[in-house]
Nanobody, 116 residues
Framework: QVQLVESGGGLVQAGGSLRLSCAASGRIFGINLTGWYRQAPGKQRELVAA???????TYSDSVKGRFTISRDNAKNTVYLQMNSLRPEDTAVYYC??????????WGQGTQVTVSS
């Protein structure tokens, strides 16, 4: 099993910044992809950004240039730096990790609210 704990969400004004953290524990050996997803009320969960164990990254078009995903292997933590936040970024943000040996895991989510 892999446990994922997100933190760093909160309320911020439009144009502001937040940094989300996703700390992994348990069977972390074999995690080859970690991603951040978000789900706004009434909408489907969508991929925001992802990073492979080799450090390759991908972003949704809506956040490209504003968000940066990174990882600290020594801390088993993946970060999502969010700049130039917009009201439409308001959502619950979830961390997801794929372990090639044991499966796919989700964190509990952290709320991000951007006021206009």
């Amino acid at each position: 099993q892999v446990q994922l704990v997100e933190s760093g969400g909160g309320l911020v004004q439009a144009g502001g910044s937040l940094r989300l953290s996703c700390a992994a524990s348990g069977r972390i050996f074999g995690i080859n992809l970690t991603g951040w997803y978000r789900q706004a009320p009434g909408k489907q969960r969508e991929l925001v950004a992802a990073i492979t164990s080799a450090g390759s990254t991908t972003y949704s078009d809506s956040v490209k240039g504003r968000f940066t995903i990174s990882r600290d292997n020594a801390k088993n933590t993946v970060y999502l730096q969010m700049n130039s936040l917009r009201p439409e970024d308001t959502a619950v943000y979830y961390c997801n990790a794929n372990n090639r040996f044991s499966g796919n895991y989700w964190g509990q989510g952290t709320q991000v609210t951007v006021s206009s």
